[in-house]
Structures are given as structure tokens and as C-alpha cells.
């Protein structure tokens, strides 16, 4: 199985190929990830993780096509970032961009979004979900309103995003091909 992990810093997946522009870090090549095309092949991997780096990318949907390409069908895509209303977003100058629930959806397959047609690549929404690894260690209310959170992502949002902020947001996608 080839893992990937696009912008991989000092704690990179064991067992994948390590990316980033910052040569003190633990990557295995040496890439900036606005520059294309990345340094793989075709249908390529069977997995790819990034954690915390497209909030940082120029070039956005080219970053999401380049990752599309060089997936096997059926690649999972794993993706976290700062939520809208994060402390963690504002207080970094060199993040570019936010995430939502709904910040793959010009890219997934039946999203109403989707017909807009910003890029030829199509994904399926496997799941989306606010600090999963917070629930194990909030209690009481913190907790209840994480789960609440959770099940609840549009009226969330909507409404209750800045009285409340989570801090992640990640998404599962799987490649369609």
C-alpha cells in the first residue's frame, strides 16, 4: 500500500512518503505543493494524508486536482484543518483559508455544489467531523456540545460556530475515478 502524506513536517505517518518544501523536516522529497505537477505518477496512491497543510496552499483546487491524479481509484484522502472560527486559523499569518463541513463539496459527487463545475475531479464524502479526538477528553457540557456539534453541522455552523468554536476539522474522501 503507498501512502502519502502531502506536508508531513517533523511528524510524519510511519510507513509513508514524507512531502514538504521545508528541508528540516521529516520528508522524504522535497516539494512545494503549488508547484506542478507533483513528483508522482498517474494513479499512484493507494492512500493520502494531510494534516494541516492545504490551509497553507496558493493554489487550492490545482493542489486538490494534483491529489486526485495521482490517486488510484479509490484512494482515500484524509484531510484536517482550522475550523472557520478557530483561534489556531487567526493566529497563524501564514494560513490562506478556513475549512467548514462543506469546504470539499465543489468536489463531491451529488453535492449540489457540484454543478458549479470548478474542476473536472470528483470525490465521495466518506465523512466529516469536528475534533474527533477531543470527544475522549471533554467532559460534562464541552463534550455533550462537541456531539451536538457533530450531528447538528448546518444549524451549527449557521448559527452557533463563533459562540462555540471547535478547533479541526477532518474529512475522509475517497477518489472517484
Not at 510511519?14 to 522535497?30: H, L, S
Amino acid at each position: 500500500m503507498v501512502v502519502i502524506e502531502l506536508g508531513c513536517g517533523n511528524s510524519k505517518t510511519p510507513g509513508a512518503i514524507g512531502v514538504d518544501f521545508n528541508p528540516k523536516t521529516q520528508a522524504d522529497i522535497i516539494h512545494d505543493l503549488d508547484e506542478f505537477p507533483y513528483p508522482f505518477a498517474d494513479n499512484y496512491a493507494d492512500r493520502i494524508i494531510c494534516k494541516d497543510v492545504l490551509e497553507h496552499v496558493e493554489h487550492f483546487v490545482k493542489v486538490i486536482e494534483e491529489i486526485w491524479r495521482i490517486s488510484k481509484p479509490g484512494c482515500e484522502v484524509e484531510i484536517s484543518g482550522p475550523f472557520m472560527s478557530s483561534v489556531n486559523y487567526f493566529s497563524d499569518p501564514t494560513h490562506r483559508r478556513s475549512f467548514t463541513s462543506r469546504s470539499f463539496d465543489y468536489f463531491i459527487r451529488d453535492s449540489e455544489a457540484r454543478r458549479y463545475s470548478y474542476s473536472p475531479v470528483e470525490f465521495e464524502l466518506v465523512s466529516v467531523e469536528y475534533d474527533p479526538e477531543q470527544v475522549k477528553v471533554r467532559h460534562g457540557f464541552h463534550r455533550w456540545m462537541l456531539r451536538w456539534a457533530n450531528q447538528n453541522k448546518e444549524k451549527y455552523e449557521n448559527r452557533y460556530a463563533f459562540i462555540y468554536p471547535v478547533y479541526q476539522v477532518h474529512f475522509r474522501l475517497k477518489v472517484s475515478k
